[in-house]
């Protein structure tokens, strides 16, 4: 990369990480998926009990081959066949989860968490439940602002999620959103996190790559 984009790009991350601490979050930043388990693993402790909410980026960097390695006792919202209780289940388990894993829709260089869900169980588990809450995502979702973090959900996380889970809703044949009153609308619950009340309950892990939506 060009150095003085990776300069700016730099800067954008140190404004970012800044405002997350100002904001009572602890900001870290991995360059791959090994210092990024190695981070996790200053987090968690082998026995205890851990849960995720959906996202991909956990699935691209490892982190859930990690937390179903037999170490933990997982909260598995991906057993094969589970049935619609057992998963509602699973997610009210997850509020007494020790660690709850998640990733972010977008980050504002504000130090705020902006997050879109259909059932809502990972933004309730992120903002009230679990004592340690560790986002994991890309330097590439980090945005300017509120406005653009909404853009960026419009535009991008939210069509390309429909598309993947094969939802008839106009986006997902357009390619951006519609606001729509579809039966299989996955934009739901619209949330920002913008401080916590306890230090350093979340924590949130910047990854130099691009994934996740
Ligand atoms: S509101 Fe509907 S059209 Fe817009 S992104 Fe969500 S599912 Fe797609």
Redesign the pocket.
């Known amino acids: 990369m060009d150095e003085n984009i990776k300069w700016l790009k730099d800067k954008k991350l140190e404004r970012t990480m800044e405002n997350l601490e100002k904001h009572n979050m602890e900001a870290y930043y991995v360059q791959d998926e090994n210092e990024l388990i190695k981070k996790i693993s200053e987090f968690t402790k082998e026995g205890e009990t851990v849960a995720v909410g959906g996202s991909m980026t956990l699935f691209e960097t490892g982190v859930i081959d990690y937390l179903k390695n037999g170490n933990f006792n997982f909260l598995d919202r991906y057993k094969d066949d589970i049935s619609g209780e057992e998963l509602k289940e699973v997610y009210r388990k997850s509020f007494f989860a020790d660690s709850y894993f998640a990733s972010s829709n977008a980050i504002t260089e504000n130090g705020e968490l902006y997050n879109v869900d259909g059932t809502g169980n990972r933004v309730a588990a992120m903002i009230y439940g679990p004592d340690k809450v560790i986002v994991v995502v890309s330097t590439d979702k980090i945005v300017k602002d509120l406005d653009a973090a909404i853009k960026r959900n419009?535009e991008y996380s939210?069509?390309a999620n429909?598309k993947r889970l094969n939802?008839k809703?106009?986006?997902a044949k357009v390619g951006y959103?519609?606001?729509?009153s579809?039966e299989e609308?996955?934009?739901n619950e619209y949330t920002l996190i913008k401080r916590q009340p306890i230090k350093g309950r979340i924590k949130v892990i910047f990854i130099d790559k691009k994934l996740g939506y």
């Open positions: 419009q939210a069509p429909a939802r809703t106009p986006c959103c519609m606001d729509c579809s609308r996955i934009c």
